[in-house]
């Protein structure tokens, strides 16, 4: 009788396993009305309880590498016991590899009612390293989409980051335009309706809706905004004046707003941290406005600049910090006022027109980046007189942003040579080959005679 009992208790988590390594766990879908989420059967409100789950490796707390967290089954099964003890019910991701599979991390992730907001970038093809939209982009961003239509349990999806830059007028179409077209790629294949948005990294002072605005005029626009709330020049915790204030600006916003990004930067040796921050972000009067907010983050590192971590995780072992304990226990006790999607009665339902708005400060033309057209690049490079322009000068060798700043600095010297390459996205002016990726424009470059 035993050993009939220990067979089928085998046989029955063999199952499981097995399902878990190949079948999507099918979890209810969050859908956004206007500027907030819901569960899709029964319409409640979903607010975001969320931290940045972003893995350094084992050897490198302070390392900048980016590691797939989502594609590594020991990870996976040994953190997420640890989200569920911090009663999160997001996991925000930087990086994830499509051409690996990340089916047992995010069952593991259904199974304990833990949705994914995920960035579509790469370390080399972030849209904050340069204003660019480029044929390799979008095929990494749908390659991405691909990898992630099938589990339910990812919420959404990120296009990218507007970093501080002295070109941030240069960038937001392009930013617009990454949201145009991995629309119509999630259109186009006919995958569920997954939201696509984007992270803004202005000062939170200087914080204007003309830029939320900007971004949801006309259609297709963009589903969500992500506000970063972490600086280490900036104050050592995120603020309850800031948190009130972004609550403030985005009250009459027609799309989900919540904090993509906030906490307390930590030394690890001195962990202090209250979290009282939660008591504000899921207050009566702030949570009508944002839509929950993402702390910053799981793992710890070294560098106490840039440590926002609640674990100290090695190998199999994780050791959880005092500032697990307190952000768990306060957590899970957050209680902001919800509301049933049939019964929800939005702030704003005006949309806006492109043409008849003020756009952000100096962005002068609504005209976006085109789609990017892998034919027109391949009809460039195949000319016989470009092939190998970009191998000869060792271009081929640099990484991203060294052939950034190599172009850059030729097209600002010799710009009669560049307007093909060129662009200025607050102007609308694209050249006809700005869509190729950097060896391409170098052969262009090199080809009109540098």
Not at 63 to 76: A, F, N, R, V
Not at 87 to 107: A, E
Not at 235 to 248: F, K, L
Not at 323 to 334: C, D, M, Y
Request: glycine share 6%.
């Amino acid at each position: 009788m035993c050993s009939g009992i220990s067979t089928t208790v085998l046989v029955f988590f063999s199952v499981i396993l097995r399902s878990l390594l190949t079948v999507a766990i099918e979890v209810d879908p969050i859908v956004i009305k206007w500027s907030q989420f819901f569960f899709k059967s029964n319409g409640s409100e979903f607010f975001i309880r969320g931290i940045n789950y972003q893995y350094f490796g084992v050897n490198g707390a302070s390392s900048t590498e980016y590691i797939d967290p989502l594609s590594d089954k020991t990870i996976c099964e040994r953190d997420t016991p640890y989200l569920q003890r911090l009663s999160i019910n997001v996991v925000r991701i930087t990086y994830l590899d499509p051409t690996r599979d990340h089916t047992l991390c995010l069952n593991l992730l259904a199974a304990a009612g833990i949705y994914v907001i995920t960035d579509l970038s790469g370390p080399t093809d972030r849209l904050s390293l340069e204003p660019r939209w480029d044929t390799n982009m979008l095929a990494r961003y749908t390659s991405v989409v691909d990898a992630l239509a099938g589990f339910t349990n990812v919420l959404a999806v990120s296009v990218g980051d507007l970093y501080f830059h002295s070109t941030y007028n240069d960038y937001i179409p392009f930013i617009k335009a990454a949201v145009r077209d991995i629309k119509k790629h999630i259109q186009d294949k006919k995958y569920r309706s997954i939201p696509v948005g984007y992270v803004t990294n202005t000062t939170f002072r200087s914080l204007s809706i003309d830029e939320m605005e900007y971004m949801t005029c006309d259609t297709p626009r963009v589903d969500f905004m992500g506000l970063r709330m972490t600086y280490s020049y900036y104050t050592n915790c995120t603020s309850d004046d800031d948190i009130n204030h972004v609550a403030t600006v985005f009250r009459d916003s027609t799309i989900p707003v919540f904090l993509d990004s906030w906490g307390c930067r930590v030394d690890p040796s001195n962990d202090n941290r209250t979290f009282e921050q939660i008591d504000t972000i899921y207050s009566n009067n702030v949570s009508r406005v944002l839509a929950g907010g993402i702390v910053e983050g799981y793992f710890q590192r070294t560098d106490p600049e840039s440590n926002f971590g609640l674990v100290n995780a090695h190998y199999d072992t994780v050791d959880v910090t005092n500032g697990f304990r307190i952000f768990s226990s306060r957590i899970a006790n957050a209680s902001p006022v919800s509301t049933n999607i049939n019964d929800y009665v939005p702030v704003n339902t005006a949309s806006q027109d492109c043409s008849s708005k003020t756009s952000p400060s100096g962005v002068e033309s609504t005209v976006l980046p085109p789609i990017p057209n892998k034919k027109l690049c391949s009809c460039m490079m195949g000319r016989s007189s470009m092939r190998c322009v970009a191998k000869e000068d060792g271009f081929d060798k640099m990484n991203a942003t060294d052939q950034y700043y190599a172009l850059k600095e030729i097209c600002e010297n010799k710009q009669d040579s560049c307007i093909g390459i060129y662009n200025i996205g607050s102007l609308g002016e694209y050249g006809a080959f700005r869509q190729v990726q950097s060896q391409g424009k170098m052969a262009f470059w090199s080809a009109k005679g540098r």
